[in-house]
């Protein structure tokens, strides 16, 4: 049993900056990924970043650069810091966590337990 809970969702004008937190609850010792989606109004959901247990990341075209992706064992939370922020950005923003040996980093159908999603809105 695996239990996410994201925070640090906010209003914010084009450029600004944002960092979102994921606590993780619950045996999460065996995961392979621990990854940011996110969902627009009208649109699928889409990866954003990922990383696996020994730190290497993923990001997705639309963010590299100015997302980054960590996390700190000690405290069991992961973190997404969202710089340069476009109003393209506003979604609900997703943590979730994949147990999948071998799991595409990105894939969501690869993700077994999710949160319950933060709210991020970009004014231009």
């Known amino acids: 049993q695996v239990q996410l809970v994201e925070s640090g969702g906010d209003s914010v004008q084009a450029g600004g900056s944002l960092r979102l937190s994921c606590v993780a609850y619950?045996?999460?010792?065996?995961?392979?990924?621990m990854g940011w989606f996110r969902r627009a109004p009208g649109k699928e959901r889409e990866g954003v970043a990922a990383i696996d247990s020994g730190g290497r990341t993923s990001y997705a075209d639309s963010v590299k650069g100015r997302f980054t992706i960590s996390q700190d064992h000690s405290k069991n939370t992961l973190y997404l810091q969202m710089n340069s922020l476009k109003p393209e950005d506003t979604a609900m923003y997703y943590c979730?966590?994949?147990?999948?040996?071998?799991?595409?980093?990105?894939?969501?159908?690869?993700?077994?337990?999710w949160g319950q999603g933060t709210q991020v809105t970009v004014s231009s």
């Open positions: 979730a966590a994949s147990f999948v040996v071998g799991a595409t980093n990105l894939a969501e159908a690869e993700y077994r337990y």
């Open positions: 619950g045996d999460w010792y065996f995961r392979t990924y």
